[in-house]
């Protein structure tokens, strides 16, 4: 009767291993597919500029035009103005695009003043004031039109203002960008602020991204005054190289219409600037770091008032112990027992970009967004543990989690 039981069970194990064999034969399939479509290189994308009978001319994003051929099961799906896919070697239609414009995609994302403010911005006085200066003399009606009346030629006003912002992930870049569009609207008219993925703009048709980055930029003028904001910079921005692939091609076009975007002198993006966040500054390419009128670091959080500073600011958004509270925010001896679990945490962040002259090198405990996860995570356990209010021991806890993760160096 056992032996009849051993070989039950070798036969459902068996049909278990072959549900998982004929599983990754099936990966393994759509993998090589994957592999081939990568071997074709990045497919021209163009638009229909006129058809006769199985011939189409197709005008590329980059101005080529070429006489294609059209498959018959694909003639009555394109017309003048379609959007299609060409061959790689640019003989045939191989599929119509059928996508909303992009405009509509990306105009989702602006947002008219924004209920963040400078106010909100904790510990970062210094790199916040040196922010103030290259966003405010664009954005701000009265600092703009004292500018415009000290310049006397007014193709120096050169309004397209750009800075760069980098740092280890979570010190608090965006909340800069932000906080200066909601605060800029309490001044004036409502300022909009659009932020935009670097890796959004990339497209995997070719001449796609460049054409994406002048419809970004075609929204940020519509929408002025306006914070165009793109995080993930080194994405778009990359130092450029010699290349020999359509896809090298495409990159390097998309990083060309770029610098087009931002200008000089012309007032091309007037009321408007142009934010970029990166944690890889080394990497930027050097046209695009000259046309930034500021570079800014925006340093982690590295001395015991830092971290409790932004733990109280934190702390003030949630319903908290009150054994553990005094003044507004944690008690001397409660936070001394969180700094002393936390302050083993050591994490490095190095960074150089040559054609500043910046060098940096920073030890840190932690960053803002460490603190808001902490009391975040805290908050969420004790609302499953049924709890009104974060206590201590969660706290703790949680602060305990992040302080055993490994030491991060990161080098850029």
Do not use: H
């Amino acid at each position: 009767m056992s032996r009849y039981g051993e070989v039950i069970e070798l036969e459902r194990e068996l049909m278990r291993k072959e549900r998982e064999i004929e599983y990754l034969r099936m990966e393994l399939k759509r993998s090589y597919a994957v592999i081939e479509e990568l071997k074709q290189g990045m497919r021209p994308v163009g638009t229909v500029q006129e058809i006769r009978g199985n011939l189409a001319y197709v005008k590329l994003t980059g101005g080529q035009a070429f006489e294609v051929t059209v498959p018959p099961e694909l003639i009555p799906k394109i017309a003048p103005d379609s959007e299609v896919v060409l061959a790689p070697n640019r003989g045939t239609v191989t599929s119509v695009i059928d996508k909303p414009k992009e405009a509509s995609i990306w105009a989702f994302k602006v947002e008219t003043a924004p209920r963040v403010y400078y106010e909100d911005v904790i510990g970062l006085d210094a790199q916040l004031a040196e922010f103030r200066k290259a966003v405010e003399v664009v954005l701000d009606p009265s600092l703009r039109e004292r500018r415009e009346r000290i310049v006397v030629d007014g193709r120096l006003l050169e309004e397209a203002g750009s800075v760069l912002l980098f740092g280890p992930p979570g010190t608090g870049k965006t909340y800069m960008a932000k906080a200066a569009a909601g605060s800029c609207s309490r001044k004036g008219e409502p300022t909009s602020f659009l932020k935009i993925e670097g890796y959004e703009v990339v497209s995997k048709w070719l001449g796609e991204s460049a054409k994406n980055i002048r419809e970004i930029f075609k929204l940020a003028r519509e929408a002025a005054p306006s914070i165009l904001f793109i995080d993930e910079a080194d994405a778009i921005g990359r130092m450029r190289m010699e290349v020999a692939t359509d896809a090298g091609r495409d990159v390097q076009g998309m990083l060309n219409q770029l610098l087009v975007e931002l200008g000089e002198g012309f007032d091309v993006n007037k009321n408007v600037v142009v934010l970029f966040a990166t944690n890889f500054p080394s990497v930027m390419d050097p046209a695009l770091l000259d046309r930034m009128k500021k570079v800014i670091y925006v340093p982690p959080l590295k001395t015991k008032e830092e971290v409790k500073r932004i733990f109280d600011f934190y702390a003030s958004k949630v319903k908290v112990d009150p054994g553990i509270l005094e003044q507004g925010g944690l008690s001397a001896s409660a936070f001394e027992e969180i700094w002393q679990v936390l302050r083993r945490r050591k994490q490095v962040y190095e960074a150089v970009v040559p054609r500043r002259q910046v060098r940096i090198r920073d030890e840190y405990i932690a960053t803002p967004r460490d603190i808001k996860n902490i009391v975040q995570e805290a908050v969420n356990d004790a609302s499953y543990e049924g709890m009104d209010f974060i206590d201590y021991d969660t706290i703790l806890e949680r602060t305990r989690n992040i302080a055993n993760q490994p030491i991060e160096v990161n080098t850029v």
